[in-house]
């Protein structure tokens, strides 16, 4: 039985979707003003096993994440860039799916965008009106009563009176709304905001961002639905928006399990652009880390951790993958008929499922996975493994890599040019003539690529990959 933590409540809870077999999911996606940074798909990782683990469970997964195209950071972003609206977000948008695909994140079913749900929102807005707990400023904003919610603050704990503020407030936003706790729903255009407006029902203006996730999740996954995710960032004030918007509109619980997960630090510190150490993807790619090693970096920690990156954690994890894609090379080459080692693949698939079943819990997941390894190796050394029990071996990888999309089961090919250096470098050998399969194998290692000589011929591998 899957149990997953509830940041509502703060409980580990047995998992029942609202339809059987059938799980609703909402992911805060990205504001698409610049390159999501490595703690961004920290969270999106996380998402990625979630949502490959239920499937593994035997559920059908519909999972809507956003994307936030409109949104006061993309409004600095056309500024500073002098790009119209569209332009960076749509720039930053094929960055984000890019970034995904080099993590080997599954796609969702549906990325809606703010921009295309506008009518919606404003639609919303109203409904709040209508109900006493929206408002219009002088300045023509909407903002939320929040003080009419009575059970805000449920989900981070945050106390409404710690939200007021001390003593007379400067900021001019503060003198719009009627207390310092409302948000805005809907921010009535700026000379600041150029070109970016509606003319709507409320007015010229654009939307405030948590009314942007109310709006596009109750329209595509209805106004309760099961599982609702993001960085632990977004729980309060985003999250705690989401809830009292759409439950003061609706009447009815907004999501049954909320999911969080923890921070993810560089070398011990925060990540934070005034501390200058933000680190994106392609930066640890230019620094030549491996796209799978990053990723198994990401997923050997448990979601709710704090994790550290740091050059030893990533090496660590290189290591590890490199682990097992020898395993899985070795397994490839198993011949004969001995013992078998089907009994070894199911015990190992029970743990790894135990583990993961107890709030995704991959550090117990890989624990079993690696031991599993250490015990296929020692049988492989014997040669007491035999082709039907590395069958089932690799099957029982495949199965535990459907969910944590770490390890590569596919024939690996070289463009034609390496290929036949490899094959002249097979035939060199075979002929003795070690001083030419010496000068090959050292050209081959200069294009990036490692070759080793095992009784069944010459075998290559990418250099890094282990
Ligand atoms: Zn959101």
């Not at 309760?224 to 759409?246: K, V, Y």
């Not at 997960?261 to 070398?267: A, G, P």
């Not at 090959?440 to 490692?450: A, D, F, P, Y």
């Amino acid at each position: 039985m899957l149990k997953l933590y509830n940041s509502m409540g703060r409980k580990l809870q047995e998992f029942e979707p609202i339809s059987k077999g059938e799980v609703k999911m909402y992911t805060c996606g990205p504001t698409v003003w610049n390159y999501a940074h490595i703690g961004n798909f920290r969270t999106f990782v996380f998402e990625d096993v979630l949502r490959r683990y239920l499937k593994f469970k035997g559920y059908a997964v519909y999972q809507v994440m956003n994307i936030t195209d409109v949104e006061d950071k993309i409004i600095k972003g056309i500024k500073q860039t002098k790009m119209s609206l569209k332009e960076l977000t749509q720039l930053y948008e094929a960055a984000f799916m890019e970034d995904l695909r080099t993590l080997n994140v599954e796609r969702a079913e549906l990325y809606p965008k703010a921009t295309a749900h506008i009518p919606d929102m404003v639609a919303l807005i109203k409904t709040l009106e209508r109900k006493g707990f929206a408002y219009r400023a002088p300045d023509g904003s909407y903002y939320f009563r929040v003080s009419k919610f009575k059970d805000y603050g449920a989900l981070s704990g945050v106390r409404l009176d710690s939200l007021k503020p001390a003593g007379r407030v400067s900021s001019d936003h503060y003198e719009e709304k009627m207390e310092a706790a409302d948000f805005a729903l809907w921010k009535a255009w700026d000379p600041d905001d150029g070109d970016v407006f509606w003319e709507t029902e409320l007015g010229k203006g654009r939307p405030g961002w948590s009314i942007e996730c109310s709006a596009m999740s109750m329209k595509y996954l209805g106004e309760t639905f099961d599982i609702h995710t993001g960085g632990l960032d977004n729980r309060f004030p985003h999250h705690e928006n989401e809830i009292a918007q759409s439950e003061a509109a609706t009447g009815k619980k907004f999501v049954n399990y909320w999911l969080h997960s923890e921070f993810l630090n560089i070398r011990g510190e925060e990540m934070h652009k005034s501390v200058g150490n933000v680190v994106y993807l392609r930066d640890l790619a230019k620094a030549g880390w491996d796209p799978m090693t990053i990723r198994l970096f990401l997923v050997t920690s448990r979601y709710r951790d704090t994790i550290d990156l740091t050059d030893s954690s990533l090496e660590q994890a290189r290591a590890q993958g490199a682990r097992l894609s020898d395993a899985i090379l070795r397994l490839r080459e198993v011949r004969g008929e001995k013992a078998d080692g089907t009994d070894l693949a199911r015990s190992f698939l029970q743990e790894f499922e135990k583990a993961m079943d107890d709030d995704l819990n991959t550090p117990a997941a890989f624990a079993a996975l690696f031991s599993f390894v250490k015990q296929l190796n020692s049988l492989m050394d014997a040669g007491s493994l035999g082709r039907a029990g590395a069958d089932s071996a690799l099957d029982a990888l495949r199965r535990a890599n459907s969910v944590l999309g770490v390890m590569s089961f596919e024939e690996d090919s070289l463009p034609p040019r390496l290929a036949e250096l490899v094959a002249q470098r097979d035939l060199a050998r075979k002929r003795r003539d070690f001083a030419e399969s010496d000068r090959l194998r050292k050209e081959l290692l200069s294009e990036g690529i490692v070759v080793e000589d095992t009784p069944g011929g010459t075998r290559w591998k990418m250099a890094g990959r282990g």
